[in-house]
């Protein structure tokens, strides 16, 4: 794992947040972009060398619709960017760690993802994340 590379907030309303975000930050989102296979849509912001990612849901059985649901807005997931996304998911599960996606995905922003389940760790949800290779 090299670093934190965002961390996901579960939002109701993306407009509203984009703009507590921006107050907090300092700085305005770089880019929206929707992730039908996951039913959401993110909002980015660049601080430092981090990512804050709003994800607000776009239908009614988005997994952020069902966080949101259970638990209420707020900080989703945490994403660690890797180098090998591949070989960090064999590392896991050798070690008995329950990965939601055993193949990594597309995800936003350029990445391919893959989530580890909470139950594995803490009830943090996990994502790990690597750039796509040109
Ligand atoms: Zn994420």
């Given at each position: 794992m090299n670093k934190i590379e965002h961390l996901g907030i579960a939002v109701k309303d993306l407009a509203a947040s984009e703009q507590i975000f921006q107050d907090l930050l300092g700085t305005t989102p770089y880019k929206r972009e929707e992730v039908a296979s996951e039913g959401v849509l993110t909002s980015f912001f660049m601080i430092g060398d981090s990512k804050i990612e709003l994800l607000q849901a776009?239908?009614?059985?988005s997994p952020i619709a069902q966080f949101i649901d259970k638990k209420g807005e707020g900080i989703h997931h945490i994403a660690f960017d890797v180098s090998d996304i591949y070989g960090e998911i064999s590392r896991l599960q050798k070690l008995g760690y329950t990965m939601i996606h055993k193949v990594p995905k597309a995800g936003a922003d350029g990445k391919i993802i893959a989530f580890l389940h909470p139950k594995s760790s803490n009830r943090v949800l996990v994502e790990l994340c690597q750039d796509v290779p040109k």
């Open positions: 776009t239908s009614e059985d």
